[in-house]
């Protein structure tokens, strides 16, 4: 059975949170390096990149994009996203070097497995503040541009900061009123999506479930809830897709969220893979249950 490897995960994360470090528009050369870095990695891994850009504070930036081909001849593509930016500040490991890790392992593993459908990977450039929630956010320039060509997106899914998990009782905290119907020990991942994709999410959910042990906690809220919106499905939202959010829940059970110290020692890097290979085993059930 071909599977992500630990030492994979590992070395996309000290590659962009460790060698490269701190990647955004304030350290331009550090954002192109991360950029030229997934790119290679894709290109080696035998995809064609294309890259979607415009400029940002005066600087060129990128989403980048794969597409790996289903056999069906329906157009319909399930679409797996992360963003490369770290925020002002911070090196970036978990937020979101894990996320950029498990997209290019998902994508290196779907190279030898054919799916039904059609997905496609893409790394998102600017979640971060200042941009996140305006019009120059990567995401948010990639869905209005794919609701203007009518891409035929089934629905999108957002890894954001999904490396770090815990043990001990009392290690994961909430938005309020939610603590009193989830588990205090942040040991799970957890999948998240407004009422709209609530199906997406159940079917996801399903797919999770019936292919890995790994713990998993879901919910469906409206976006106003803390925390539900804040990654690039968001985006997708406000062009009319279906798409979630899968996280460790960031500032919720990652102490070091958005500081110096989200560095690439502090990820728990055997539940990561563990969770990244139930990922993979969800999308080869999705995209061969869905044509």
Known sequence: MNEISIQRLR???YELAGKIGEHNVFHPAALH???AYITQEWR???YDVRKQTYTAHGIECANLEITRAGNSPNTDVILVGAHYDSVFGSPGANDNGSGVAALLELSRLFHDVAPET???FVAFVNEEP???FWPSMGSMVYAKAARQRGDPI???ISLETVGYYRNQPGSQ??????KHFYPDTGNFIAFVSNLRSRHILRDCVQAFSSATDFPVQSIAAPAIVPGVSLSDQLSFWRHGYKALMITDTAFYRYPYYHTAQDTPDKLDYEPFTEMTNGLFLMLCRLVNAMH
């Open 44 to 46: 080696q891994q035998g």
């Open 33 to 35: 390096a991360a950029e």
């Open 118 to 120: 059609n997905l496609r």
């Open 173 to 178: 905290t909430y938005p309020p009123l939610l």
């Open 130 to 132: 200042p941009f996140f």
């Open 11 to 13: 070395t996309h994360v």
């Open 154 to 156: 089934r629905f999108m």
